[in-house]
Each structure stands twice: as structure tokens, then as C-alpha cells.
């Protein structure tokens, strides 16, 4: 990853869970510098204090704001826009606070970067974008959307504009492993929503590894998809306990919460007709047709009928022992078991 020699990169949402991988790996290719632009002061504090490293430059301020986006991104090379309301029950209740944040934040940051002259920009989305079911989703659908429209409209533009949308990220804050974990430890019973419930998992390092490769491949406008396997809830309950030596667990049944889906969708079909195989992605270009009403209305494309949606319950299924041999490789894992094993 030479291209990110002493370049600067801005990051949104750099004290979340992906943010701060993405800040390792980047130190590690010898980043000349990282802007982290987030509201939290006091995860700031805490991750300068932990990095100890001059590079990382901090900036407080939110998307919403466009005269602090502005800061943060001045002088930038990269931009990785990770900052969102992401959590599916807070959105649910203040929708229009995923607005605020999911799409005109994004906006923001699309704008100020163009108009700093930044190479590219990344905009991490969701599987839960794709037929939409909750605010959260709905909102990350239309971020997608303006960063499309933001390609579409400025072909000149000297910044690439792109995005990335993956499935559950395994061990991120809030999410059901380490709630798992946690009941393990206090040896309560898991709780499973509804047990064959399906969830694409991604890890930590897979998402950033999508990120680095949508900078290296991006054409304007571009979304790139990892291809990931999946599993039921109740897999990945009975998995998580064996892998940290609590055998068979008990679980309760809670039922589905606010605003969830049985599966997720990574790439409609349609996505898919159009899209380019790269291996480990999919490629999908950017719908740059203008609005001229004939295209739009009198002449479709031509594709294939017999297509189906890349979903969590249509990918590679894994079993609990795969489950178990992919949560091991996990270092969140290995870190608990180490501790216990003390
Ligand atoms: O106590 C629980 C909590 C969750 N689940 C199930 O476990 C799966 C994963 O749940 P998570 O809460 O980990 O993930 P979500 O799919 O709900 O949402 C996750 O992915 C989102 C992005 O897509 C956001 O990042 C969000 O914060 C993050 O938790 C779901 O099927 C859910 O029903 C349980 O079985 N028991």
C-alpha cells in the first residue's frame, strides 16, 4: 500500500471501531498524517493518549458541520468517511437524526473534499441499505445515493468518490458477540433474537481491507462489496460458547427487536446483473446515465432473468465448526482466551 506514503488522510468516525483499525493499519504503511475528525472528546483523549503517535492529528467537531468538516479535511489525500448513526434501535426512534447525520453529514463530506481538491473518498455503508427495512438502513441507502449523484454530476471533479458496504463486523462496539461473551462470563443465557435468523460476518481487518481496495480500484461512483459467508444467530451463539470452552449454551429466545430483518442483502440482483467479479469483490460501476427521459423511461438494459440477490441467506453457509474456526482467528477472541487462561 505505497500510495498512502506520507499522504494524509482524513478519517470520519475515527475513534469507532473501524476508524481506529483503519488508523493502525495506516501508521503501519507510514501515513505522513491522520486527521480524526469526531465528536467525542473524551475517545479522543483516550486514543491519543493510547497511540502516543505525533501523526494523528484530532479534530473536534460532526459531520452536520460543514465549517469543521472543512478543517479536517483541508490538505487531504484520502478521505474515509466512516462516521454515522449506526446503531438500527437509536435511528429507529429519531429517524430524522440519521438524516442529519447519514446523509447531510455525508453530503458534507463529499462537498468539502471536492472542494479541497482530496484524491478520494470512501464512504462506508451497509448491507442494511439494500431493501431497507429501518431508518438507520434507509438513511445509509440515501448516503449511497448522494455520493452516486455526486459522481454523476461532477465527471470533472478531481475527487473519485466511492463506497463500500458490508455485513455485520464481527466483535464491533454494541454488537451481539461481545454481548455474548459478556453473558458467557456472568453466566446468564445467551439471548437469541430469533435462532435462524442469517448475518453475513466480516472482520475488523476484512472491512478495512475493502476500504484500502476501493481506494486502489475506485472509479467515480463505484461500490464495492466484500464476499463474505454467513451464519444463523444460533450458530454463532453455540460457536462463541464452545470456542471459549463454555460448551453447549443456554440460550433464551427474545424474539426480533425494532426494525430487523431474517437476512441482509448485500447486492440486489440487479446490482449484481451489472456487476464486475474481482475475486474477493464485487464491483458495481456507477449508473451514469443522465436524465434524459428515453433512457429512463422507453429504453431499459438488457440483463439476466435467472439472477437472485446476493443475500445472507444465499451465500456460503458456515456450519459451528466453521463458525468456531473463524471466530478463532479473531485477536478480540484470542485476547479473551488468553486472559482466561491466566
Ligand atoms: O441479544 C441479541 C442481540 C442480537 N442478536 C442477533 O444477532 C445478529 C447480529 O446482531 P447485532 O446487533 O450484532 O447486529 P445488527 O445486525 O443488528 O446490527 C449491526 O450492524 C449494523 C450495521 O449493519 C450496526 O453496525 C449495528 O450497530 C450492529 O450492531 C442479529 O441477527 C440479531 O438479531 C441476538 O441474537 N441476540
Given amino acids: 500500500m505505497t500510495q498512502f506514503d506520507n499522504a494524509t488522510v482524513t478519517i470520519t468516525g475515527g475513534t469507532g471501531s473501524f476508524g ?3 488508523v493502525h493499519a495506516l501508521l503501519d504503511r507510514g501515513v505522513g498524517r ?3 475528525l469526531s465528536r467525542d472528546e473524551a475517545k479522543q483523549d483516550e486514543m491519543r493518549q493510547r497511540l502516543g ?6 479534530f473536534l467537531g460532526d459531520v452536520r458541520d460543514y465549517s469543521s468538516v472543512e478543517d479536517a479535511v483541508t490538505g487531504a489525500d484520502y478521505v474515509f468517511h466512516a462516521a454515522a448513526l449506526k446503531q438500527v434501535p437509536s435511528c429507529e426512534f ?3 437524526q440519521a438524516v442529519k447525520t447519514n446523509v447531510v453529514g455525508s453530503r458534507n463530506v463529499i462537498r468539502a473534499s471536492h472542494q479541497s481538491g482530496v484524491r478520494s ?3 462506508l455503508s451497509t448491507d442494511k ?3 431497507p427495512v429501518n431508518a438507520m438502513g434507509m438513511s445509509k441507502g440515501l448516503m449511497e445515493k448522494t455520493a452516486q449523484a455526486f459522481a454523476r454530476n461532477h465527471p470533472a471533479s478531481p475527487t473519485t468518490v466511492s463506497i463500500t458496504r458490508y455485513g455485520n463486523v464481527m466483535y464491533s462496539r454494541g454488537s451481539v458477540i461481545p454481548l455474548f461473551v459478556r453473558q458467557l462470563k456472568e453466566g446468564t443465557p445467551l439471548t437469541v433474537t430469533e435462532p435462524t435468523m442469517t448475518r453475513y460476518l466480516m472482520s475488523l481487518q476484512e472491512s478495512v481491507d475493502l476500504v484500502e481496495h476501493a481506494f486502489l480500484n475506485a472509479s467515480p461512483g463505484d461500490l464495492f462489496v466484500k464476499k463474505a459467508p454467513a451464519c444463523t444467530v444460533e450458530t454463532l451463539a453455540r460457536a462463541v460458547s464452545i470456542v471459549l470452552g463454555y460448551g453447549d449454551p443456554e440460550v433464551r429466545r427474545i424474539g426480533m427487536r425494532h426494525g430487523e430483518k431474517m437476512f441482509e442483502t448485500l447486492l440486489t440482483r440487479e446490482e449484481l446483473i451489472k456487476s464486475e467479479d474481482q475475486g474477493d469483490y464485487f464491483r458495481v460501476p456507477l449508473d451514469a446515465r443522465s436524465l434524459e427521459y428515453e433512457l429512463f ?3 431499459g438494459e438488457p440483463g439476466e432473468v435467472d439472477l437472485v ?3 445472507s441467506n444465499t451465500t456460503e453457509q458456515m456450519g459451528v465448526e466453521q463458525t468456531c474456526d473463524l471466530l478463532r482467528t479473531l485477536p478480540e477472541i484470542q485476547a479473551v482466551l488468553a486472559e482466561s487462561a491466566r
Fill in 53 to 58: 503517535d505525533s501523526r494523528v492529528k484530532f
Fill in 309 to 311: 440477490d446476493y443475500d
Fill in 121 to 123: 473518498v470512501v464512504c
Fill in 129 to 131: 441499505a439494500v431493501y
Fill in 297 to 299: 423511461v422507453e429504453e
Fill in 34 to 36: 491522520i486527521n480524526i
Fill in 20 to 22: 481506529s483499525t483503519m
Fill in 94 to 96: 429519531f429517524p430524522e
